[in-house]
C-alpha cells in the first residue's frame, strides 16, 4: 500500500500565487523527496530533506519536515505557468534503496 | 549524457504475449528500478537492483521478472500479459545505497488488450 499521501490532489492557482503541497507517511524514514513530473514525461527529482532537517530551500521551493508529525509539505513561491505539473513525494524509509511514492498533486498554474 | 533512456516509449500486447522493456543508464549509478504509474495510484516499485548482479522484489512484482545486464542496463519482463499490466513503466537510477535522488527515464506506455 502506498505510504505517502497527498493533499490537495488538485491545486489551481494564478501565477504569481504561491502553491503548498502537503505529503503525510506513516512510518521512519531517513528522508523524504518531492519529484515534479510533466504531463507524458518521467519524474524529475527536486529537492530532498534528510529527517534530522526541518526547512531546505532551493530556488523557488522551500521544504518543511515535521517528522513527529509525520508530514512534510512544498511550497513553490511565486508560481508561473511553467510549474504545471504533478507533484510527487517520496519517503526514503529504512529498507534500502525503496522509495515510496504518494498519489501526487496535480498543480495548474493559469497565466 | 543521455540519463537514463528505455525502449520501446509505446507497445501494444495481446493478452499472453511476452514482451522485455529496456533500460539503460550513463551515469554510473549502482541502483536501478522499476515502477508501474497507473492513475490515481502514483508510482509502485515493481524491483529493484542495489548493484550489479542483484535484484530484489519491490511493492508488485507478480507477472514480472528482471535481470540486470550489467551495470549500465536493467531490464523488465512481462512473460505472457495481462490486461491488468497495462500501465505506464519507468526505469530509475540512482547513485548509492542511501536513498539519494533517482532519475527516470521517459516511460513505456504499454496497452494489453
Known amino acids: 500500500s502506498q505510504q505517502g499521501e497527498e493533499d490537495p490532489q488538485a491545486l489551481s492557482i494564478q501565477e504569481g500565487e504561491n502553491a503548498t503541497m502537503n505529503c503525510s507517511y506513516k512510518t521512519s524514514i531517513n528522508n523524504l523527496q518531492w519529484y515534479r513530473q510533466n504531463s507524458g514525461r518521467g519524474l524529475v527529482h527536486l529537492i530532498l530533506i534528510r529527517s534530522n532537517e526541518r526547512e531546505k530551500h532551493s530556488g523557488r521551493l522551500r521544504v518543511t519536515l515535521d517528522t513527529s508529525k509525520k508530514s512534510s509539505s512544498l511550497l513553490i513561491t511565486a508560481s508561473r505557468a511553467a510549474d504545471t505539473a504533478s507533484y510527487f513525494c517520496?519517503?526514503?524509509?529504512?529498507?534500502?534503496?525503496?522509495?515510496?511514492f504518494g498519489q501526487g498533486t496535480i498543480l495548474t498554474v493559469h497565466p | 549524457n543521455a540519463g537514463v533512456t528505455q525502449t520501446p516509449k509505446f507497445q501494444v500486447l495481446k493478452t499472453g504475449q511476452s514482451m522485455t522493456l529496456q533500460c539503460a543508464q550513463d551515469m554510473n549509478h549502482n541502483s536501478m528500478y522499476w515502477y508501474r504509474q497507473d492513475p490515481g495510484m502514483g508510482l509502485r516499485l515493481i524491483y529493484y537492483?542495489?548493484?550489479?548482479?542483484?535484484?530484489d522484489k519491490g511493492e508488485v512484482p507478480n507477472g514480472y521478472n528482471v535481470s540486470r545486464l550489467n551495470k549500465r542496463e536493467f531490464s523488465l519482463r512481462l512473460e505472457s500479459a495481462a490486461p491488468s499490466q497495462t500501465s505506464v513503466y519507468f526505469c530509475?537510477?540512482?547513485?548509492?545505497?542511501?536513498?539519494?535522488?533517482?532519475?527516470f527515464g521517459p516511460g513505456t506506455r504499454l496497452l494489453v488488450l
Open positions: 537492483s542495489a548493484s550489479e548482479g542483484t535484484t
Open positions: 530509475a537510477s540512482s547513485e548509492d545505497r542511501e536513498q539519494g535522488p533517482q532519475y
Open positions: 517520496a519517503s526514503g524509509g529504512t529498507s534500502y534503496g525503496k522509495l515510496t
